[in-house]
């Protein structure tokens, strides 16, 4: 097993990327429960957050870019960005357990957003295939709790023809939208093993090394596009944040999968490469570090963990890896 795990800290200033609901003219921002150590122990507080589904969301639109790119097939409905993921098959499309399997392998030979996406079928025997890759929310990191904030900014809606005729109402429509601003982190891990492999009755890759090759390349730059440049989120026509991506540590290992540490403390790439170090002497496992720092944070004494001077020398370097340890090369 071929296994990609991600974290990163990343400076969002003035964002509204999340919205959790509408009360008349006031749009909130999506909160999250967290819990904190204080002096005299733990206490939960609600701090804004950023959902896994909305990046996800996301990572799936920039891997339909990806894969057009490289010409991989993508179904008519993930071309749309409409992410329904077989939810609409007919009950009666699979009826039984052969059936399931062939379907399974159909799917992923015609899509690879619901290869690496996975899907989940509700016909008369369901198919489910799990997505490869894995994210969490994006919350506040714990050790910069305090820097993170909601603000509801005053917007006004005017026009000035109809306050002129007397449709005072009309004319002048006041509205509220929270905006956040945060040192946030997230994790994120790709089973790279699991692409273009069926999994649900039997495990066989139902497509060429060629392919694989491609749809490999595509699931970890469709990971950079979402990381590198924040291309992710709601309300970025308006409201496009101040973004700024402070480190990120990327570790590769096989065949035992590893995942790396939230970016809640400034020593979390540091924690990562002494962890990952007696990972290796535990299982035997090949394991690869990588990391971009462009805060001022504690760098790796570890020989293990390789530092890169920008995130697009680093993901060069990642694909590289994941390629070569999954024969692909």
């Known amino acids: 097993?071929?296994?990609?795990?991600?974290?990163?800290?990343?400076?969002?200033?003035?964002?509204?990327?999340?919205?959790?609901?509408?009360?008349?003219?006031?749009?909130?921002?999506?909160?999250?429960?967290?819990?904190?150590p204080t002096n005299g122990g733990y206490r939960v507080v609600y701090v804004p957050a950023i959902s896994g589904e909305s990046i996800a969301h996301a990572y799936q639109a920039w891997l339909v870019h990806e894969a057009r790119i490289r010409g991989l097939p993508v179904c008519e409905l993930c071309a749309?960005?409409?992410?329904?993921?077989?939810?609409?098959?007919?009950?009666?499309?699979?009826?039984?357990?052969?059936?399931?399997?062939?379907?399974?392998?159909?799917?992923?030979?015609?899509?690879?957003?619901?290869?690496?996406?996975?899907?989940?079928?509700?016909?008369?025997?369901?198919?489910?295939?799990?997505?490869?890759?894995?994210?969490?929310?994006?919350?506040?990191?714990?050790?910069?709790?305090?820097?993170?904030?909601?603000?509801?900014?005053?917007?006004?809606?005017?026009?000035?023809?109809?306050?002129?005729?007397?449709?005072?109402?009309?004319?002048?429509?006041?509205?509220?939208?929270?905006?956040?601003?945060?040192?946030?982190?997230?994790?994120?891990?790709?089973?790279?093993?699991?692409?273009?492999?069926?999994?649900?009755?039997?495990?066989?890759?139902?497509?060429?090394?060629?392919?694989r090759r491609k749809r490999v390349e595509a699931a970890i730059m469709a990971l950079y596009d979402t990381l590198a440049q924040g291309l992710f989120g709601a309300k970025q026509s308006r409201f496009k944040p101040h973004y700024k991506v402070l480190s990120t540590v990327v570790t590769i290992t096989h065949p035992s999968p590893y995942n790396v540490l939230a970016g809640h403390s400034k020593e979390y790439i540091k924690e990562v490469a002494n962890n990952l170090k007696k990972f290796k002497e535990l299982t035997g496992s090949e394991a690869l570090m990588g990391y971009y720092i462009s805060e001022d944070i504690p760098r790796p004494e570890q020989d293990i963990a390789k530092e890169f001077e920008s995130l697009e020398d680093l993901f060069k370097w990642v694909i590289s890896e994941v390629l070569r340890l999954s024969k692909l090369t």
């Open 1 to 36: 097993m071929v296994w990609l795990s991600l974290s990163a800290r990343l400076l969002i200033n003035v964002e509204a990327l999340n919205m959790a609901e509408a009360v008349g003219n006031y749009t909130r921002h999506r909160r999250a429960p967290v819990v904190i």
């Open 80 to 211: 749309r960005e409409e992410f329904i993921k077989r939810g609409n098959e007919v009950a009666n499309r699979v009826k039984d357990i052969s059936s399931a399997d062939r379907y399974e392998e159909s799917v992923i030979k015609e899509c690879v957003v619901e290869d690496v996406g996975g899907f989940l079928a509700p016909t008369a025997v369901p198919v489910k295939r799990t997505s490869r890759f894995m994210v969490s929310y994006l919350i506040p990191a714990i050790e910069d709790i305090k820097a993170s904030t909601i603000t509801p900014q005053l917007h006004v809606r005017h026009s000035p023809t109809q306050r002129a005729q007397g449709q005072q109402a009309a004319g002048q429509m006041i509205y509220y939208v929270e905006t956040s601003s945060a040192i946030y982190t997230l994790t994120a891990s790709l089973d790279v093993d699991g692409i273009g492999r069926k999994s649900y009755i039997k495990v066989e890759y139902v497509v060429g090394n060629e392919e």
